[in-house]
């Protein structure tokens, strides 16, 4: 968390996560976090940061999650929109400890999206710029989670199998889930934290992500 503006650690340092979910308008996004946050019993609000934030114990140990969701829509149309900074867009994509692709089994371009643009816009973000010894790159973790499964059979664009091929293109694990199914978030945050320690571990054994 050293280099992070986004995030001020206070209690209980090192468990303190940034997690971003990263789509297109209309994916479900800000209903995945609402399930998540306010589905079950424990959330409320960081003060500093303004962000929500939810406990999760994983493996015996617990994590404050903080929560944030940022539409990739935004990034081509955000011209219009006075309120769009794309600063703080950007400084949280490269602050983020884990990021959930969030794409919609019913829309074959929310996935197309993800690995067109999204994606590459992490990966720029998070690779230290030339000759910018000082910045460090930081690890984090990666879900591709396409949401909307209850509505399978009747308007599925994207075949489980394509997204799992999207997935393995990009180095993630995958997973669908509909956003009713409070096990199945939990679940989906619980691999992401495990991804994030996988990666935050990887990084200080070989000083790379
Ligand atoms: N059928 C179905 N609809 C969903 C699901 N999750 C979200 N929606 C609907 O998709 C629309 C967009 O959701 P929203 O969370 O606002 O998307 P966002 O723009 O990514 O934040 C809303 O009408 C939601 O009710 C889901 O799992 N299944
Ligand atoms: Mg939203």
Redesign the pocket.
């Known amino acids: 968390m050293a280099s992070s503006t986004a995030v001020s650690d206070s209690p209980g340092e090192d468990s303190a996560k940034l997690v971003v979910i990263l789509?297109?308008?209309?994916?479900?996004?800000?209903?995945?976090l609402?399930q998540f946050v306010h589905g079950k019993h424990f959330a409320n609000y960081d003060p500093t940061a303004g962000l929500p934030v939810k406990s999760l114990e994983v493996d015996g140990k617990t994590w404050n999650l903080r929560l944030i969701?940022l539409?990739s829509t935004l990034l081509r149309e955000g011209d219009n929109q006075p309120e769009f900074r794309v600063d703080f867009f950007i400084n949280t994509l490269r602050d983020a400890d884990g990021i959930i692709f969030?794409y919609?089994i019913t829309s074959r371009i929310s996935l197309n999206e993800l690995g067109l643009e999204a994606y590459p816009i992490v990966v720029t973000t998070r690779t230290r710029p030339e000759n910018d010894y000082e910045r460090p790159i930081r690890a984090y973790g990666r879900l591709l989670v396409g949401?909307?499964?209850?509505?399978a059979n009747e308007k599925r664009e994207v075949s489980k199998e394509e997204g799992e091929e999207a997935a393995s293109m990009l180095g993630m694990d995958h997973l669908e889930?509909?956003?009713?199914?409070t096990e199945a978030i939990n679940d989906m945050m619980k691999a992401l934290v495990r991804r994030i320690l996988v990666a935050e571990r990887k990084r200080k054994h070989d000083g790379f992500e």
């Open positions: 789509g297109e308008s209309g994916v479900g996004k800000t209903c995945l609402d969701d539409d969030l919609d949401n909307k499964a209850d509505l889930l509909d956003t009713s199914d």
